[in-house]
């Protein structure tokens, strides 16, 4: 996985240059402004205001709790907080319903950041900014939702006011694994410090990406700012064909126009949204109905030390402890599902963190933080299988009547299976039976075709009904063969 | 409103203080309001909405709770006129514009709430330029608002149904807002007391926006010390506004009387030139009266007072083409039906709003458009700054400052609807205060020309409004007669 992502993308010599911005709705209770709940899913229009609607007279007022949890995030990608002001971003649409969007402009509360990719890449992050989201429009009738064509359309402002945070990173990403692992990392830092559920199924994580190609140390080409990216997988996708088209213009020896480019996931293309001359003036100006917002250094610092140990952190870890990489696979895996304080856990009660870790990864895909298999119980397993007393294949069985019975214990479970770790001069009659059975596999094995072995092994296995193991087996074989 | 041999109170604190002792009742206030309403309503049109029998059932509410001992309120019986740009919930609020034609809001501003708690009866929705922008109440959807003294003649603006309203007695007191000197002109204009208070002492919350960092509710009245009343029972902190400033109602009506002895009124050397010599006369008595008081008189100098039109003329119209953006008869208000949704917005909006209106709104947007922001709003924004500097180094010297409220006494309807310019220029006195959020007053003193009223404005620094008030006080002790 490491090597994915630091291997170079290049297209005919190009190279691309990838900034993402990262829209993510955060968990408040309430809206960014109002009182409404900020509550995904409800039926149309109920979580609804004067300030949502934007009424005339009505005002909005901050929510603190949007401001600390941007400030959470801000912290965890080693932002800058900051004094930080809201202006006004004009423009007239149909979900806008004051006709502009609040919207941290010229001073952002979080500036100057980074986040490091797993493999230790790391990715500048310019800002992060407070805005308001807008309501949601739907297009009833003619094709795929989109509203040219539709008959009419419909709007839920139950989203409108909700609270956004806008991520935007420097133009470091050069390849779509690192674009793609940028955004898995963001993810997992928003999900652990509590600022956002971040499910970009659900659009409360939107990526926008700008992409240029260059041929390398040449000047930043024009880029062209990707929209409608739904999924890391798209991330990846998206960039990757949008980087291609572009070298491919260029080689073709046209020049790249800047403007928003939509993704379509189904025929896996960008097209044209918009170009840079169509694009709104949206008349910026600081929002006459709000104060500076300006976290005195208390309450920053407050906010810093209650940040949980982050990701990367907890992969190290774990990385220690099972003597891994920290960009394993299995400690990338684990780690994302929260599993990794559980197998620290088997680990402090005696068990083995190394096999801890794989087993927690086979077979609690569907387990949350807190698997139902005491930790203890799979240290038990686990010392079991170190010390010989169960085969690889023999743990599993039990670890599923762990799991099963949500725990017990696997000493018990793997006696009443008649799991017993074989004496030894029973195993070494079993394979010399075996020898004796198979002359031609043993003529085979023994003249070094390898392939000969699995006759062998099994009819071993068969004999002691599973309960021999294989590599102890293997092991005799070749003894008696180098004898 | 009632004969002198009358001995029915009118004023708000004489009204409060009978009803709150069982003396009067307020469903006799309200219906001797209603009277005078009913005489002359029809010849100066103050009001675009009456509210009478919403008016004499609160009265009746309010005389059951005085009649079993509750209290009920410092304002208690007193009929107040709102300017209708405030939000009343289920009550029409126009803005005195067609394109907010049959909208209700669905909630009460905040001094609503604050004035029914006090024990204050709305009697009806003001007249104004449609969204407070003009000087003369001329900008109306629904037609120009009279002046009490003269009806040939205008009222002010934009709050002129309010202003006129208290003046003719239709009510002890109103509300109006004010954004470049809508409160202060039209209480000059129609003889009334006129109040601007400190930016965010008063919560704008369902004042409907013109230009946001300028607005400001306030009180008309008769009395300088009406005019404290209400001030402190609307002011303070309301967390539904953010710009509103975060301390208690403000402290005035216990300094009223501590008289102008060792106070320095600043006069202003260098003040824009434009006033009439009635006006100039007027304020001149005003300095001896407050000399003679024992106020000594400071001449102090405010540079940039000279460009506060121009600044405001930016300012104002480029928040006013943000916040008007949204009457687009989709939500709320009127509608004009189109075949299709983008003709639809264009034909609501072209019906929908005055020539007034559509004029800010393209001053506005054209201040704020992408290579021309720095050169106009920007530019403002750095001359607003400059105001207030000078103010402050003003203010060094001087306690209150004192000027002109309006350049000339009420003017005829229909003399300057043909020139803006020389409309906006009614402003030049008033606008510098909204520029620095600071408080200003207009206290009539007086008569000029035609025997019209003169108002003084009284100037003080942020939350000085006692001081404010303290001077307007002894000026009206001290009219010239």
């Known amino acids: 996985m490491s090597d994915a992502i630091t291997s170079e993308w290049t297209f005919r010599g190009y190279e691309m240059v990838v900034g993402l911005e990262v829209h993510v709705e955060l968990a408040t209770r309430t809206k960014l402004f109002s009182a409404s709940p900020n509550r995904f899913g409800d039926e149309p229009n109920t979580n609804i205001d004067p300030v949502t609607l934007g009424l005339p007279g009505a005002l909005p007022v901050l929510n603190r709790q949007a401001v600390e949890l ?405 092991a005799l074989l070749e003894r008696r063969r180098d004898a | 409103m009632t004969d002198l041999t009358d001995s029915f109170p009118t004023t708000a604190i004489d009204i409060a203080w009978n009803v709150r002792n069982n003396i009067v009742r307020a469903t006799e206030v309200v219906e001797r309001h209603l009277a005078e309403i009913e005489r002359r309503e029809d010849d100066i049109h103050a009001f675009n909405l009456v509210l009478a029998d919403e008016a004499r059932e609160r009265a009746a509410e309010i005389d059951d709770a005085v009649s079993v001992g509750r209290d009920v309120g410092p304002l208690a019986g007193v009929p107040i006129a709102l300017k209708d740009n405030m939000c009343t919930r289920g009550i029409p609020t126009t803005c005195s514009s067609k394109i907010l034609d049959g909208w209700r809001p669905p909630y009460d501003a905040t001094v609503v709430t604050k004035l029914r708690e006090a024990g204050a009866i709305v009697i009806g929705k003001t007249n104004l330029d449609e969204f407070a922008m003009g000087s003369s109440t001329e900008n109306s959807a629904f037609g120009p608002t009279r002046n009490p003294h003269d009806t040939t003649r205008v009222p002010g603006g934009s709050s002129g149904g309010s202003a006129a309203a208290v003046a003719a007695g239709f009510a002890a007191l109103s509300l109006g807002s004010d954004t470049g000197g809508s409160i202060r002109q039209p209480a000059a204009l129609c003889g009334v007391v006129g109040v601007k208070p400190t930016y965010g002492a008063v919560s704008r919350y369902g004042l409907i926006a013109f230009a946001s960092s300028l607005d400001q509710i306030g009180p008309f009245s008769t009395t300088v010390a009406d005019a404290s009343l209400l001030l402190e029972s609307i002011s303070g902190h309301d967390p539904l506004d953010s710009t509103s400033i975060r301390q208690g109602s403000l402290d005035i009506t216990r300094q009223l009387d501590f008289g102008v002895a060792g106070l320095r009124v600043g006069r202003i050397t260098d003040l824009p030139e434009g006033a009439s010599s009635d006006v100039v006369e007027r304020l001149e008595q005003a300095f001896d009266a407050l000399r003679d008081a024992g106020a000594e008189i400071v001449d102090v100098e405010v540079p940039a007072f000279t460009y506060g039109l121009t600044a405001y003329y930016l300012i104002a119209p480029a928040e006013a083409s943000s916040n008007l953006a949204r009457y687009d008869g989709v939500r709320f208000g009127n509608r004009v039906e189109a075949p299709d949704t983008n003709a639809m917005y264009t034909a609501t909006r072209t019906d929908g709003f005055g020539a007034e209106v559509k004029r800010r709104i393209m001053l506005g947007t054209y201040a704020l458009s992408a290579g021309y922001y720095d050169a106009y709003y920007g530019r403002a924004l750095k001359v607003r700054q400059r105001i207030a500097d000078d103010f402050a180094r003003a203010y060094e010297r001087a306690d209150v400052l004192l000027t002109p409220a309006s350049p000339t006494v009420a003017f005829h309807l229909g003399d300057k609807t043909s020139d803006p310019m020389s409309m906006y220029l009614c402003d030049t006195y008033t606008i510098p205060s909204n520029l620095t959020g600071e408080p200003a007053m207009s206290v009539p003193f007086g008569t000029g020309d035609d025997g019209l009223p003169v108002g003084v404005q009284v100037l003080a620094p942020a939350l000085q409004e006692a001081m404010m008030f303290r001077t307007a006080a002894v000026l009206e002790q001290r009219v010239p007669r």
């Open chain 1, 70 to 474: 941007a400030m959470r995030l801000g912290l965890a990608v080693n932002c800058t907080v900051q004094r930080s002001t809201f202006a006004r971003k004009n423009y007239f649409y149909p979900d806008m319903p004051k006709a502009y969007q609040i919207s941290q402009y010229d001073e952002p509360i979080c500036i100057d950041g980074w986040l490091d990719l797993p493999d230790g890449f790391r990715v500048g992050i310019e800002r992060a900014h407070l805005e308001e989201d807008t309501g949601k429009s739907t297009h009833v009738g003619g094709t795929g939702g989109r509203i040219h064509g539709s008959e009419h359309s419909l709007i839920d402002f139950n989203r409108a006011g909700v609270p956004l945070v806008e991520i935007v990173s420097r133009p470091d990403i050069r390849t779509p694994e690192q674009a793609k692992a940028y955004v898995s990392e963001l993810r997992a830092i928003l999900v652990a410090v509590g600022a956002s559920d971040a499910k970009m199924e659900e659009g409360s994580m939107r990526v926008d990406a700008n992409v240029s190609v260059r041929l390398p140390g040449a000047e930043f080409g024009t880029r062209c700012e990707i929209k409608n990216v739904n999924s890391v997988r798209s991330v990846g996708r998206a960039i990757e064909y949008e980087a291609q088209r572009q070298v491919g213009m260029l080689e073709a020896g046209e020049s790249i126009r800047q403007e928003t480019r939509h993704w379509d996931e189904t025929d896996g293309r960008t097209h044209t949204l918009r170009s840079k001359e169509d694009a709104d003036d949206y008349r910026y100006f600081q929002e006459p109905d709000l104060v500076v917002v300006d976290p005195d250094p208390e309450w920053i610092e407050r906010v810093r030390f209650s940040l949980p140990v982050l990701p990367a952190a907890r992969r190290v870890l774990l990385a220690a402890a099972t003597g891994q990489r920290p960009d394993a696979e299995a400690i990338l895996v684990v780690t994302d599902r929260d599993q990794d304080a559980y197998v620290l856990a088997v680990a402090a009660a005696g068990g083995d963190a190394s096999r801890a870790l794989v087993h927690v990864k086979e077979a609690f895909a569907d387990e949350g933080a807190r698997p139902s298999v005491p930790a203890a119980a799979l240290a038990t397993l686990t010392r079991m299988e170190i010390d010989g007393e169960l085969t690889a294949t023999q743990a599993k069985q039990v670890l599923a009547e762990l799991a099963a019975g949500g725990g017990g214990d696997a000493r018990a479970i793997a006696a009443a299976k008649g799991f017993e770790a074989m004496d030894a001069s029973e195993l070494e009659t079993m394979v010399d039976a075996a020898i004796a059975a198979q002359p031609e596999a043993w003529a085979k094995y023994c003249s070094g075709e390898g392939k000969a072995l699995g006759a062998l092994v099994g009819a071993v296995m068969k004999e002691s009904r599973g309960q021999a193991d294989g590599k102890a087996v293997t």
